[in-house]
């Protein structure tokens, strides 16, 4: 999984599912040679790797033996871990999603990995029981739809999502949209709290933790829920309630296609050629979980923006870790956390390989960015779920 021999980081990671998906065990190796995993060879193996593209070694098992060696010795910060089960995985997004809506639903198709679409009817009806891993679209959970009234209010598909939104609503139970999104944001705090892996991308990070923050609040004007907000509503905001942001303003104006100070998209002076974060080393053995989550062939991505582009470090909890930074514009682009028995990850901004997606622009075509070191970010928190657990080291 190095630069220099692999030709499909993506589709390597849908070779190491497959692979889990016929309950045979694979190792996954940190931080050698930019995270490869070992696999039992196999004459069907070898042949679908070379069916989808993936690049791979054939090794003796002395040679297998030597590497594990090398892996396990406690002067190399690399580590072996054990990969058990393909995770059963979810995507929370409205049914009929435009293609260039989501950069996960892209990356596992492009990889033939397996997943289901739910949305709020079955994540209300405790659908997400059934699944290890979730990941959100890019949702907004405050009920504001996106925040895109000021540019979009009059523009057929605006129009249809909203009266389609307010529908749905409903047909559940709930007189508001707001409402009815804050009961799926904490059935999801739910599942996440009792063991459950998420991971979110855009506006669904801060819109699901605003929507915890405001559990008993009204933060929508008339234009949204058809009655006015709270009058001193930031006041009311309880962030003790939300996963990874703490202490930030509210935007109350609707014409702002923006939802809080966490994001910062509108505080930055960084050219395109200049946009890159850096990936946070850790070390394999005593830290393995970020050090999963950031595995790849460079520590330096390039950066892409998107409603959420990336997070301000003053308004991230302590206990949260970043994973990814800007140090040049001083943000965070990629953190992790803990919440009750599960994890979650946030990342910020909208699709990887395209720098300022737009509404309305085409798709990427993945078949263009295979060795794309930001999807694979993505991809390292879809084989997360399948590790065997190991007891914390005190």
């Given at each position: 999984?190095?630069?220099?021999?692999?030709?499909?980081?993506?589709?390597?990671?849908?070779?190491?599912?497959?692979?889990?998906?016929?309950?045979?065990?694979?190792?996954?190796?940190?931080?050698?040679?930019?995270?490869?995993?070992?696999?039992?060879?196999?004459?069907?193996?070898?042949?679908?790797?070379?069916?989808?593209?993936?690049?791979?070694?054939?090794?003796?098992?002395?040679?297998?033996?030597?590497?594990?060696?090398?892996?396990?010795?406690?002067?190399?910060?690399?580590?072996?871990?054990?990969?058990?089960?393909?995770?059963?995985?979810?995507?929370?997004?409205?049914?009929?999603?435009r293609?260039?809506?989501?950069?996960?639903?892209?990356?596992?198709?492009?990889?033939?990995?397996p997943?289901?679409?739910?949305?709020?009817?079955?994540?209300?009806?405790?659908?997400?029981?059934?699944?290890?891993?979730?990941?959100?679209?890019?949702?907004?959970f405050?009920?504001?739809?996106?925040?895109?009234?000021?540019n979009?209010?009059?523009?057929?598909?605006?129009?249809?999502?909203?009266?389609?939104?307010?529908?749905?609503?409903?047909?559940?139970g709930?007189?508001?949209?707001?409402?009815?999104?804050?009961?799926?944001?904490?059935?999801?705090?739910?599942?996440?709290?009792?063991?459950g892996?998420?991971?979110?991308?855009?506006?669904?990070?801060?819109?699901?933790?605003?929507?915890?923050?405001?559990?008993?609040?009204?933060?929508?004007?008339?234009?949204?829920?058809?009655?006015?907000?709270?009058r001193?509503?930031?006041?009311?905001i309880?962030?003790?309630?939300?996963?990874?942001?703490i202490?930030?303003?509210?935007?109350?104006?609707?014409?702002?296609?923006?939802?809080?100070?966490?994001?910062?998209?509108?505080?930055?002076?960084?050219?395109?050629?200049?946009?890159?974060?850096?990936?946070?080393?850790?070390?394999?053995k005593?830290?393995?979980?970020?050090?999963?989550?950031?595995?790849?062939?460079?520590?330096?991505?390039?950066?892409?923006?998107?409603?959420?582009?990336?997070?301000?470090?003053?308004?991230?909890?302590?206990?949260?870790?970043?994973?990814?930074e800007?140090?040049?514009?001083?943000?965070?682009?990629?953190?992790?956390?803990?919440?009750?028995?599960?994890?979650?990850t946030?990342?910020?901004?909208?699709?990887?390989?395209?720098?300022?997606?737009?509404?309305?622009?085409?798709?990427?075509?993945?078949?263009?960015?295979?060795t794309?070191?930001?999807?694979?970010?993505?991809?390292?928190?879809?084989?997360?779920?399948?590790?065997?657990?190991?007891?914390?080291?005190?």
């Amino acid at each position: 999984m190095d630069a220099e021999t692999q030709q499909d980081h993506l589709k390597a990671y849908g070779i190491t599912y497959w692979t889990l998906n016929q309950e045979i065990k694979v190792q996954w190796l940190l931080n050698y040679r930019g995270g490869s995993f070992l696999l039992p060879d196999s004459e069907e193996l070898q042949k679908e790797c070379r069916i989808r593209g993936v690049s791979f070694e054939v090794i003796s098992d002395r040679k297998a033996e030597e590497i594990l060696e090398e892996v396990q010795s406690p002067s190399r910060n690399m580590e072996a871990v054990l990969l058990e089960k393909a995770p059963k995985i979810a995507v929370y997004s409205p049914k009929g999603n435009r293609p260039w809506d989501d950069a996960v639903t892209m990356v596992l198709t492009y990889a033939e990995i397996p997943y289901e679409t739910i949305y709020d009817e079955e994540v209300l009806n405790d659908a997400l029981l059934m699944f290890d891993w979730l990941h959100l679209h890019h949702e907004d959970f405050t009920g504001q739809y996106g925040k895109f009234y000021r540019n979009y209010r009059n523009v057929p598909w605006y129009i249809k999502d909203k009266k389609e939104a307010e529908e749905l609503a409903g047909k559940l139970g709930y007189s508001k949209v707001a409402d009815e999104k804050l009961a799926v944001a904490l059935k999801i705090r739910d599942y996440v709290a009792g063991g459950g892996f998420m991971f979110a991308m855009c506006s669904a990070t801060d819109s699901f933790d605003i929507a915890l923050a405001a559990e008993e609040v009204d933060i929508a004007e008339p234009m949204f829920d058809g009655d006015p907000s709270d009058r001193d509503y930031q006041s009311k905001i309880d962030y003790s309630k939300t996963f990874a942001f703490i202490d930030f303003t509210l935007e109350r104006d609707p014409m702002v296609y923006e939802f809080s100070s966490i994001d910062m998209t509108s505080k930055r002076q960084i050219p395109a050629e200049s946009d890159y974060f850096t990936l946070m080393e850790f070390s394999a053995k005593w830290d393995p979980v970020p050090a999963m989550l950031t595995q790849n062939h460079t520590t330096l991505i390039k950066g892409f923006m998107g409603q959420t582009t990336a997070y301000d470090p003053s308004e991230i909890k302590p206990t949260v870790l970043v994973m990814g930074e800007n140090k040049l514009n001083g943000e965070a682009r990629y953190i992790h956390g803990i919440k009750g028995n599960g994890f979650f990850t946030f990342y910020g901004g909208h699709d990887p390989e395209d720098y300022q997606h737009r509404v309305g622009d085409p798709k990427t075509e993945l078949e263009l960015h295979p060795t794309s070191p930001g999807y694979r970010l993505i991809l390292n928190n879809v084989l997360f779920p399948a590790a065997k657990k190991k007891k914390q080291k005190t």
